[in-house]
């Protein structure tokens, strides 16, 4: 099993918080780069953040200093903390490799749904 398994989604109103998991297999997890991606009805797939193995990461424009990457490999699993969520938030969100560039296919799981709204 190579998918990776997103969690944490839900319902949440305009300026509230989610914070989302990302499972991933060990062999996986310790070696590569991770990031979220989002997908919102009738848009394409982006990016919201990466972070590399050193611990480096990478946000989205939009998501700056609202959202917060974190992995865990003692848990092979990364975080994506989100805070004073908005509307425009609501999305798919689903993990893979970072960068986009280097994401496969296999690594696509069900994704969980984020809706923010009142």
């Known amino acids: 099993q190579v998918q990776f398994v997103e969690s944490g989604g839900g319902l949440v109103q305009p300026g509230g918080s989610l914070r989302l998991s990302c499972a991933a297999p060990?062999?996986?997890?310790?070696?590569?780069?991770m990031g979220w991606y989002r997908q919102a009805p009738g848009k394409q797939r982006e990016l919201v953040a990466g972070i590399t193995t050193g611990g480096s990461t990478n946000y989205a424009d939009s998501v700056k200093g609202r959202f917060t990457i974190s992995r865990d490999d003692a848990k092979n699993t990364m975080y994506l903390q989100m805070n004073s969520l908005k509307p425009e938030d609501t999305a798919v969100y689903y993990c893979n490799d970072f960068p986009p560039t280097t994401t496969r296919s296999k690594h696509w799981g069900q994704g969980t749904q984020v809706t923010v709204s009142s």
């Open positions: 060990r062999n996986i997890f310790s070696i590569y780069a």
